[in-house]
């Protein structure tokens, strides 16, 4: 058995997992065991949240050294369930190395939701958490709207165009102006609740979880570079909401409770 | 609170659609997010939000790990979209409100109210993930048989799929 070809069927494993959101402890164990299995004894894998570095090899085996820089990118956790499914798989014996790569490549390639169900989730979303954060039924349809609109925006701008910074300052001031023109035309009683349901879709849920895991298992550096990053994003959209406030209050408008 | 906890459940299957979770997994994930939101508001009433977020947190992880092992899946697609209901987005909000009316004073107090309550988050998920994998296999394993097959079927279902 080629035993480059299984280092290199590892690290596509633990590239899509780490792209895809997986915890870096999950990262580091579907490598070694997909390895194991194979039969390379002497692999090491050293995962950080944007890169893997697998090196094998030892006096009697050739030496393998690869490193690959992956950059953050959206959360599709269905990815991250079918490579584990698929490392399982492998340990039970069900897969050649070949049929492996092949399984990864489709994985690859693996369809997330369309954005028209992304578009209807992140209202649908917005809507739920204005209603539980205290809005009336009226403010949560209205949370339900901006959340549509806030979604379109983050698909076809914020996401393909404008950088992580930028991207979440825009939405954050979107989201609240969004909510200011709805509640002067009267959709809407409580212009806070509002913009809290309606700025959930933007919140760093996944960095922010995979942070905390990944420095519970002692994986310090990328736990902590996680952390920024969803504090980064707080902060943005904190920033959008308050600089759109500003505005607000300059131009003459009340801000009414 | 009926409306709240059904609005949590169906707003934790929102976003779990935004992240792609399986369409199998969407019931677990519903659950787990109603499960968290219930004890919150039970607790609420007599407890501090941080100390309420504590043991929501912690219902939410345990129901999570339960089914990951039950389902044989990474907790990951159950925790993110779970754990979304207690994330401390109106802190936040409130934290800037407050900033940019210039209200310092409950500025502070509100934004150190959402760090104590994502501290709290942070504590119900290192102290859960402590626990042992085969505590949750153990309480997996005592399911009936029926509901094992079932699940099994399932499973057969899905490698089928994924060939």
């Known amino acids: 058995m080629n035993e480059r070809e299984v280092l290199e069927t590892a690290m596509e494993a633990g590239h899509i997992l780490l792209e895809n959101g997986a915890e870096i402890f999950r990262v580091e164990e579907t490598i070694d065991r997909i390895c194991r299995y194979y039969g390379v004894d002497y692999a090491n894998a050293f995962v950080l949240s944007n890169g893997i570095f697998l090196t094998a090899g030892n006096l009697r085996q050739q030496y393998f050294a690869k490193v690959q820089h992956i950059p953050v990118s959206g959360a599709h956790l269905n990815r991250v369930a079918a490579v584990n499914q698929l490392s399982r798989e492998i340990e039970a014996g069900h897969y050649t190395v070949e049929e492996a790569r092949k399984t990864l490549e489709s994985i690859k390639t693996m369809p997330g939701k369309t954005k028209r169900m992304q578009i209807l989730a992140s209202g649908i979303g917005s809507g739920c958490f204005c209603y539980l954060f205290g809005g009336s039924l009226l403010d949560s349809a209205a949370a339900f709207a901006v959340g549509l609109i806030l979604y379109l925006f983050v698909l076809y701008i914020s996401v393909p165009r404008l950088s992580k910074i930028v991207g979440n300052i825009a939405g954050g001031a979107l989201v609240t102006l969004l909510c200011m023109v709805f509640y002067h035309i009267h959709l809407g009683e409580h212009l806070n609740h509002m913009v809290i349901g309606a700025i959930i879709p933007l919140v760093p849920g996944v960095p922010f979880t995979n942070a905390i895991r990944d420095i519970a298992d002692g994986d310090y550096i990328s736990g902590s570079v996680r952390m920024l990053d969803a504090m980064l994003v707080f902060f943005c959209i904190a920033m959008g909401v308050g600089m759109m406030f500003t505005v607000y209050s300059r131009i003459g408008g009340v801000m009414a409770l | ?163």
């Open chain 2, 1 to 163: 609170m009926i409306g709240q906890v059904l609005a949590a459940a169906v707003g934790t299957i929102a976003f779990s659609v935004l992240f792609s979770v399986p369409r199998v997994y969407y019931p677990y994930c519903g659950l787990i997010g109603g499960a968290g939101w219930v004890i919150y508001c039970l607790l609420i009433t007599s407890a501090s939000s941080p100390e309420a977020t504590f043991f929501a947190a912690i219902a939410v992880i345990l129901l999570s790990r339960l089914f990951a092992v039950w389902e044989r899946c990474p907790v990951t697609l159950f925790l993110i979209p779970g754990i979304f209901p207690l994330v401390p987005g109106a802190g936040v909000y409130w934290t800037a409100y407050y900033i940019v009316t210039d209200q310092l004073g409950l500025a502070s107090e509100t934004g150190f109210m959402a760090l104590k309550v994502a501290v709290a988050i942070v504590l119900g998920i290192v102290l859960i993930f402590q626990l042992p994998q085969s505590l949750f296999s153990g309480i997996a394993g005592l399911a009936p048989a029926a509901w094992k097959r079932r699940r099994d079927k399932k499973t057969n279902r899905k490698e089928r799929i994924g060939k």
